[in-house]
T-cell receptor, first 114, second 115 residues
Framework: GQQLNQSPQSMFIQEGEDVSMNCTSS?????WLWYKQEPGEGPVLLIA?????ELTSNGRLTAQFGITRKDSFLNISASIPSDVGIYFC??????????????FGQGTRLTINP | NAGVTQTPKFQVLKTGQSMTLQCAQD?????MSWYRQDPGMGLRLIHY???????DQGEVPNGYNVSRSTTEDFPLRLLSAAPSQTSVYFC??????????????FGPGTRLLVL
């Protein structure tokens, strides 16, 4: 099946530091999505990207849709304790490849030391 | 709106038992899907549906059945549970704008342990 490689798998940072994570694939995606999951809950959408090169912000979060359509990154600036959780990227394929199926990365577990 | 609801929250099964995981949404979304989440694997799509009466397989469909008789409900059936099906199961729903999915809303999950 389709694969999304998400890195890093885990991060341990100090409060106030900036965070960067990314996803890459050998396939072209038409949509990139970034989700956050907290313990015992389902993922919640943070940012959606629909165009190659698109740069979108949501508060302290910024995400970009790579020009090649095969990658995306998420940055979190000035991290705070409530940013702790698992962050997932997800991609939606082109219609000819089954656009109704979302492909998820393995997740980045973020831990923040106060 | 309640959003996406899932029942039960926890379930323990013995190998070979059957059960149905329930999922319902009250947002009139066309698209509904089931994922399983295992450590280090992210979320993997089991089955999905783009409308009542229409279902299709995802990445890991073996051992699971689904049906979509109404827009609101999308149950997932395990006909003969196996230990490999121990996982956390998430249901999600979204609108469809042509082929493009709108925002997917996830339920709180069902934790399943198969002994």
């Amino acid at each position: 099946g389709q694969q999304l490689n998400q890195s890093p798998q885990s991060m341990f940072i100090q409060e106030g530091e900036d965070v960067s994570m990314n996803c890459t694939s050998s396939s072209i995606f038409n949509t990139w999505l970034w989700y956050k999951q907290e313990p015992g809950e389902g993922p919640v959408l943070l940012i959606a990207l629909y165009k190659a090169g698109e740069l979108t912000s949501n508060g302290r979060l910024t995400a970009q849709f790579g020009i090649t359509r095969k990658d995306s990154f998420l940055n979190i600036s000035a991290s705070i304790p409530s940013d702790v959780g698992i962050y997932f990227c997800a991609g939606q394929l082109r219609p000819s490849q089954g656009a109704q199926k979302l492909v998820f990365g393995q997740g980045t577990r973020l831990t923040i030391n106060p | 709106n309640a959003g996406v609801t899932q029942t039960p929250k926890f379930q323990v099964l013995k190998t070979g038992q059957s059960m149905t995981l329930q999922c319902a949404q009250d947002m009139n979304h066309e698209y509904m899907s089931w994922y399983r989440q295992d450590p280090g694997m992210g979320l993997r799509l089991i089955h999905y549906s783009v409308g009542a009466g229409i279902t299709d397989q995802g990445e890991v469909p073996n051992g699971y059945n689904v049906s979509r008789s109404t827009t609101e409900d999308f149950p997932l059936r395990l006909l003969s549970a196996a230990p490999s099906q121990t996982s956390v199961y998430f249901c999600a729903s979204s609108n469809l704008a042509g082929w493009r999915q709108e925002t997917q809303y996830f339920g709180p999950g069902t934790r399943l342990l198969v002994l």
